[in-house]
């Protein structure tokens, strides 16, 4: 491998290692040793790949935002051309998304507020993205409320961010199903007729 592989396959052992450690135990628990330890690198290794724990994080948040705004712009495509049909679209894909690793959900709800101000810019950059979305997806529809389109998407996304920290720290889950049902609901009347 060349330097710029090695330097690629070191910065990739690290994001696996942290996807786990900073999911659980959590971020404040997980020290550059053990995230080494568990990428098999040394610490050394580790300052040529990231500049601290905290940037690694970054890039871990990231990276999860990326993936799940991927995955909500391809199913708001592929949905029926109804606000109804791309709001259920939209968060079906986001919760099954977010869902089927239940660390990369500990990540982008939960760690995302214990991390401090780590990821202050970082958290907001993100829900500014999903806000402009959800508002791209509205937007071809007569506007059927008074109310800010961007506040009322900022609000909505705030329901989500709770609905899916419920689900993974309620020693009863709700089932995903009910989870989908109660975000459509939520979002269906956020942006429905005031």
Same mark, same amino acid.
């Given at each position: 491998?060349?330097?710029?592989?090695?330097?690629?396959?070191?910065?990739?052992?690290?994001?696996?290692?942290?996807?786990?450690?900073?999911?659980?135990?959590?971020?404040?628990?997980?020290?550059?040793?053990?995230?080494?330890?568990?990428?098999?690198?040394?610490?050394?290794?580790?300052?040529?790949?990231?500049?601290?724990?905290?940037?690694?994080?970054?890039?871990? $948040?990231?990276?999860?935002?990326?993936?799940?705004?991927?995955?909500?712009?391809?199913? *708001?495509?592929?949905? +029926?051309?109804?606000?109804?049909?791309?709001?259920?679209?939209?968060?079906?894909?986001?919760?099954?998304?977010?869902?089927?690793?239940?660390?990369?959900?500990?990540?982008? $709800?939960?760690?995302?507020?214990?991390?401090?101000?780590?990821?202050?810019?970082?958290?907001?950059?993100?829900?500014?993205?999903?806000?402009?979305?959800?508002?791209?997806?509205?937007?071809?529809? +007569?506007?059927?409320?008074?109310?800010?389109?961007?506040? *009322?998407? *900022?609000?909505?996304?705030?329901?989500?961010?709770?609905?899916?920290?419920?689900?993974? *720290?309620?020693?009863?889950? +709700?089932?995903?199903?009910?989870?989908?049902?109660?975000?459509? $609901?939520?979002?269906?009347?956020?942006?429905? +007729?005031?």
């Amino acid at each position: 491998m060349t330097a710029e592989q090695r330097l690629a396959d070191r910065r990739e052992r690290l994001m696996t290692a942290a996807y786990t450690l900073y999911a659980k135990p959590g971020f404040t628990s997980t020290t550059i040793e053990r995230l080494c330890s568990e990428a098999r690198i040394s610490n050394r290794a580790f300052y040529e790949c990231f500049g601290g724990r905290e940037e690694l994080l970054q890039a871990l $948040h990231e990276r999860c935002v990326e993936e799940s705004l991927a995955v909500v712009a391809k199913a *708001l495509q592929e949905a +029926p051309d109804t606000l109804d049909g791309r709001v259920k679209a939209g968060i079906r894909a986001y919760i099954e998304f977010a869902t089927a690793d239940w660390r990369r959900a500990r990540i982008m $709800h939960v760690e995302v507020r214990r991390s401090g101000d780590v990821l202050t810019l970082s958290r907001q950059r993100a829900v500014e993205a999903f806000a402009r979305l959800i508002q791209d997806a509205a937007e071809d529809f +007569p506007k059927t409320s008074a109310l800010n389109r961007r506040l *009322l998407a *900022l609000g909505v996304i705030g329901a989500l961010q709770e609905l899916l920290i419920e689900w993974l *720290l309620s020693d009863d889950r +709700p089932d995903i199903e009910e989870l989908v049902a109660v975000a459509v $609901h939520i979002f269906t009347r956020g942006l429905g +007729p005031a």
